[in-house]
């Protein structure tokens, strides 16, 4: 084998190993990827189901139901123009309330209830979401301070 035969082999595998180094980590990043939807997404666009996704909005006052077992909280969420049924089990974050917008991460059910398996709530009086500020913003309904 010449030396630039040999040339040649080396810088194509690393080549090799290069491009396949790359399709492993964007195969690990597609299966972290949580995307975002407002209510009015979910109702209007098609969504995975069996993918992992985030729903924000704000908790619509007086949709908050608590289970028998102490765990399990039933909500609203809303993007003022639309609404979408919440189901989380768990402990809700101390600052959630009605009325306030939160970031929901879970699964779409086959009967249109989000499954939450977290909740984020607001951190201060003056803070929402830039992804809820932002979709409230697009349905066209709020005009409140936030992420723009």
Do not use: C
């Amino acid at each position: 084998m010449t030396r630039k035969r040999r040339r040649l082999t080396i810088v194509l595998l690393g080549m090799l190993a290069l491009g396949g180094a790359t399709a492993l980590v964007l195969a690990a990043f597609e299966d972290n990827l949580v995307f975002f939807y407002s209510p009015t997404d979910i109702a209007t666009k098609p969504v995975p189901k069996d993918r992992r996704l985030r729903v924000g909005g704000i908790v619509v006052d007086g949709s908050l139901q608590r289970e028998r077992d102490g765990v399990t909280v039933a909500f609203v969420l809303t993007d003022l123009a639309t609404t979408l049924p919440v189901r989380y089990k768990g402990v809700l974050p101390d600052l959630f309330r009605e009325g306030q917008g939160i970031v929901a991460q879970g699964r779409l059910g086959t009967d249109g209830t989000f499954a939450a398996d977290e909740v984020l709530a607001k951190h201060d009086e003056n803070y929402m979401p830039p992804e809820v500020a932002n979709a409230l913003r697009k349905s066209g309904q709020w005009k409140g301070e936030g992420a723009r």
